[in-house]
């Protein structure tokens, strides 16, 4: 199947070059193809003879009225011009055909813009006053060589409506979103990066009234992008200089990382692009557009990878020094514990702006470095309403360090796993606090992401005075000792009754839990074990807890199977061998 003529299709490309954007060039062919009626014309046969093809030039000059500048004739089409100019643009001889070689930032002259700038008087700016300049060394040159291919760089007073009215469907009646009005009105190009002195960053931490200028320039976070625009007066030679018949064939934006983003995207292979024009001929254009930068040298590519390697090199020797030669082991038998926690939110609660209170309590045989902080408190939140809950979302970020050191196996208390023991707590406008409810967390004995929601209490008296005066002057009953949660650290008895201690279920606490543990025994059992069990089996220790354990899975698994057998057994089976049981039980 043949490919086609050109293509639809025009979308964009995005490039990274570690080369100057300097060195970019693009090769942009343009030519109008016919009509875009129904019944394409067909091409008349050649004419014989020597003088054939000045027949039709003839011809055609005659149909379109696009005389030479020696007829005198008005709307005469400038003189043709069949060599290489400076810039890189020629003429071809069809007057309907063009092409030009444009490189970055690289400025090519309208047909507008020369009958604009040639007046003295209306420049205004100084890059008026340039262009002014430069159009008149054109003309003392012979003229500018391109006629429809023309540039707009980043410095000139253009902007392209298509990308402010970009539309998400094809629908005619298609109305912008309130986000997308306000994004079009973020500039995008040539933004202006001001220093900001440290003192404005401590006192202005937070803009509580900001101007309508400073949300267009601070709401979005946007890299300075670098824009050129590659134009084609597409209208008739007697016409030139309209802007009704200006169109962008390409768009390129380079910013200072290195991106490039080229739309629509290099034809290739693709086929050309075309442009259909309203109006009673409907004419169709076809234009391509090909990558012509300079390809480098294999002797500069070679030595431009060697410089990169050296570079890459000497990276990778700083980052190894900083590092350290010896990865950081712990001690044999000793385990070390790693937590990113995050107190995600906490939803259930009666009063308003909380938050919450935490520490870490470490049982015996367990120890953290001395930097390490076990408690901390979070900011005070407002909750907002999701579903039948109000639900304050803290997003508080905490990271524990332990360690744990294997002791005598010959001891009978089993070992113990640290405890995060927390309260929650509200604060309303009379800095008034009352406790909300208290609860605990046993860290996990497995590594991963852990999401864990603990549902909490608090303790409430008898009668509605207390309930009132919580609610006024706030305060209510708490615990002297919050490890009471839990069994207390201070407790030495055989039993902890609680009998008579009243207390009242309220909101949860939703917990994100990041677990790593580190071990010189994970190296000693990962070659035995495919299935990682609990940290205190592959540690090697406390043999007894593992085999309390076992004893009571094996017992799990035997029941099972009894009473699997018991069910697949007859029913009349079973009803004979219970009667026989009774008979046997009788004197």
């Known amino acids: 199947m043949a490919k086609p003529l050109w293509s639809a299709e025009a979308g964009g490309a995005v490039y990274r070059s570690r080369d100057p954007v300097r060195n970019l060039r693009l090769r942009v062919r343009i030519q109008r193809v016919t009509s875009a009626g129904p019944l394409l014309p067909q091409a008349p046969p050649p004419l014989a003879g020597p003088r054939g093809s000045e027949l039709l030039a003839l011809a055609d000059r005659a149909a379109t009225g696009t005389w030479g500048a020696r007829d005198g ?28 070689e444009v490189g970055w930032q690289e400025k090519l002259f309208s047909q507008f813009e020369v009958d604009l700038y040639q007046n003295e008087s209306a420049c205004q700016t100084p890059l008026d006053r340039q262009y002014h300049g430069e159009i008149l060394k054109l003309e003392k040159a012979g003229g500018r060589k391109n006629y429809r291919i023309f540039t707009y760089t980043d410095h000139d007073r253009f902007t392209n409506l298509e990308e402010h009215c970009q539309k998400v469907t094809d629908s005619d009646h298609e109305v912008p979103s309130y986000l997308a009005e306000r994004m079009a ?3 995008r190009r040539r933004q202006d990066h001001r220093p900001i002195e440290a003192s ?24 300075p992008v670098q824009t050129m625009y590659i134009m084609g007066d597409l209208g008739p030679y ?34 050309a692009y075309r442009i259909e024009l309203d109006g009673e001929k409907r004419e169709v254009w076809k234009y391509t557009i090909e990558n012509a930068s300079v390809q480098v040298q294999p002797e500069e590519e ?4 060697r410089v990169f390697r050296d570079l890459y090199g000497r990276h990778k020797e700083y980052l190894s020094g900083l590092v350290g ?9 000793t385990l070390r514990l790693f937590v990113n926690g995050e107190i995600v939110s906490a939803q259930g609660y009666e009063y308003d702006n909380l938050y919450v209170h935490f520490f870490l309590e470490l049982p015996n045989q367990w120890s953290s470095p001395a930097f390490q902080q076990l408690s901390g408190v979070t900011q005070t939140c407002a909750t907002k309403t999701l579903g039948w809950d109000n639900v304050a979302y803290f997003c508080y970020p905490f990271t524990l360090e332990m360690f744990f050191t294997q002791g005598d196996e010959s001891e009978d208390s089993l070992p113990q ?36 929601t603990i549902p909490t209490w608090r303790p409430v008296e008898l009668g509605t005075v207390a309930e009132l005066r919580r609610f006024f002057i706030g305060g209510s009953p708490e615990l002297e000792d919050i490890t009471y949660v839990r069994i207390p650290s ?6 902890l009754s609680r009998f008579g201690f009243r207390t009242e279920t309220t909101g949860s606490v939703t917990f994100r839990l990041y677990c790593l543990q580190q071990s010189k025994a994970f190296l000693e059992t990962s070659a035995l074990r495919q299935r990682m069990q609990s940290v205190l089996d592959r540690l090697g220790g406390f043999s007894q807890q593992s085999s309390v354990y076992n004893v009571l899975e094996a017992f799990q698994r035997a029941r099972r199977r009894m009473q699997e057998a018991r069910e697949s057994l007859p029913q009349d089976l079973i009803s004979t061998s219970a009667s026989t049981v009774h008979q046997s039980q009788e004197p």
Not at 202 to 223: A, D, L, M
Not at 325 to 333: D, Q
């Open 73 to 100: 004739r008005a709307g005469a089409a400038p003189p043709e011009v069949t060599g290489p100019s400076p810039a890189g643009a020629r003429r071809l001889p069809d007057a309907e055909e063009e092409e030009a």
């Open 185 to 187: 009105n973020v500039r």
């Open 200 to 223: 404005s960053l401590k006192s202005k931490i937070v803009t509580w009234e900001p101007s309508e200028e400073f949300i267009k320039n601070n709401h979005v976070i946007n890299t």
């Open 238 to 271: 007697g016409k030139l200089g309209h802007r009704e018949y200006e169109h962008v064939l390409c768009t390129i934006k380079v910013d200072g990382n290195g991106v490039i983003t080229v739309k629509p995207d290099f034809t290739g292979t693709k086929g």
């Open 302 to 305: 070679e030595r431009e990878q």
């Open 325 to 333: 030669s010896e990865f950081e082991m712990t001690l044999p038998g």
């Open 417 to 452: 796993w640290p405890v995060l023991y927390f309260e929650v707590l509200s604060l309303d406008f009379w800095q008034r606090y009352r406790v909300e409810g208290y609860g605990s967390l046993v860290l996990p004995a497995s590594p991963g992401l852990h999401m864990l």
């Open 490 to 495: 201070t407790f030495k008895g055989e039993r």
